[in-house]
């Protein structure tokens, strides 16, 4: 059973910063990728950042020089540092992983429960 948890959402003012954790804990073998993801009502999901394997990093481009994601690969954790946050950035957000439990299985996919970001005055 392998579990994704997030921490670090709350309410936060225009132009102020937060910081993002997800840990994953469980069964694994390998996590291919590990990234954020961000939803608003009405709105699809939409990728905010995300780091493989390799240690490579994609941005979405309304997110670029502001935020930054990081991991910990001893500790299977993400972090994305959030800098410069404007209302627009208010939404839920959540963790995922692509997630390879043993040497032998293939990869899937899971999600965090998301935490919330509010970035009001």
């Known amino acids: 059973q392998v579990q994704l948890v997030e921490s670090g959402g709350g309410l936060v003012q225009p132009g102020g910063s937060l910081r993002l954790s997800c840990s994953v804990s469980?069964?694994?073998?390998?996590?291919?990728?590990m990234g954020w993801y961000r939803q608003g009502p009405g709105k699809q999901r939409e990728l905010v950042a995300n780091?493989?394997?390799?240690?490579?990093?994609n941005y979405a481009d309304s997110v670029k020089g502001r935020f930054t994601i990081s991991r910990d690969i001893s500790k299977n954790t993400v972090y994305l540092q959030m800098s410069g946050l404007k209302p627009e950035d208010t939404d839920v957000y959540y963790c995922?992983?692509?997630?390879?439990?043993?040497?032998?299985?293939?990869?899937?996919?899971?999600w965090g429960q998301g935490t919330q970001v509010t970035v009001s005055s």
């Open positions: 995922n992983a692509n997630i390879r439990p043993t040497m032998s299985s293939l990869g899937y996919t899971d």
């Open positions: 469980g069964s694994i073998f390998r996590i291919n990728v």
């Open positions: 780091i493989i394997s390799s240690g490579a990093t």
